[in-house]
T-cell receptor
Framework: KNQVEQSPQSLIILEGKNCTLQCNYTVSPFSNLRWYKQDTGRGPVSLTIMTFSENTKSNGRYTATLDADTKQSSLHITASQLSDSASYICVVDDYKLSFGAGTTVTVRA | GAGVSQTPSNKVTEKGKYVELRCDPISGHTALYWYRQSLGQGPEFLIYFQGTGAADDSGLPNDRFFAVRPEGSVSTLKIQRTERGDSAVYLC??????????????FGPGTRLTVL
């Protein structure tokens, strides 16, 4: 059973709108939680890295949150752009990275 | 500077054949990782090198899979007696060092392996 579950599996949003992706994990303990963006046919690119003691981390229009008590993280995308269309992957790092299956985001004009 | 590169970008082989996949990490990165990504799934850890040695190979699915990094730079993932279930994108990543902290892994574009 995957230790990192993401929801929704996919979503479609209009350009300029906001969206929030969810990540629930059972990996414990862990050193950090990461969010990656993966364009089709490309390798993942790091967006944010949070240690277990951090609650939030921003990278431009991307803001990640972490609640270590409930073992949940979210990635919020503000004012979405067409270039945000990609798969967003939640990764829990307990020395060995555990990847979620990703949420596929499609931004439409 | 160049990022992580992987060759070939695509590999089609027949069941039972032997394949080698190559990864050129970012210069100076001591940590190197191999992952396998099936369609619609997140990457799955295979093996991690720190320098020349395999620090963790617990993700290798069976003894048909083997990886080397003889000089602490380029790595080769070797798959013997390929099976159709080996078809996937094989991703390589490197990072400056592995300290259990927040080092960023930089991924290559992957090699798409198709076993017919």
């Amino acid at each position: 059973k995957n230790q990192v579950e993401q929801s929704p599996q996919s979503l479609i949003i209009l350009e300029g709108k906001n969206c929030t992706l969810q990540c629930n994990y059972t990996v414990s303990p862990f050193s950090n939680l990461r969010w990656y963006k993966q364009d089709t046919g490309r390798g993942p690119v790091s967006l944010t890295i949070m240690t277990f003691s951090e609650n939030t981390k921003s990278n431009g229009r991307y803001t990640a949150t972490l609640d270590a008590d409930t073992k949940q993280s979210s990635l919020h995308i503000t004012a979405s752009q067409l270039s945000d269309s990609a798969s967003y992957i939640c990764v829990v790092d307990d020395y060995k990275l555990s990847f979620g299956a990703g949420t596929t985001v499609t931004v439409r004009a | 500077g160049a990022g992580v590169s992987q060759t070939p970008s695509n590999k089609v082989t027949e069941k039972g054949k032997y394949v080698e996949l190559r990864c050129d990490p970012i210069s100076g990165h001591t940590a190197l990782y191999w992952y396998r990504q099936s369609l619609g799934q997140g990457p799955e850890f295979l093996i991690y090198f720190q320098g020349t040695g395999a620090a963790d190979d617990s993700g290798l699915p069976n003894d048909r899979f083997f990886a080397v990094r003889p000089e602490g730079s380029v790595s080769t993932l070797k798959i013997q007696r390929t099976e159709r279930g080996d078809s996937a994108v094989y991703l390589c990543a490197s990072s400056l060092k592995r300290d259990g902290g927040t080092d960023t892994q930089y991924f290559g574009p992957g090699t798409r392996l198709t076993v017919l």
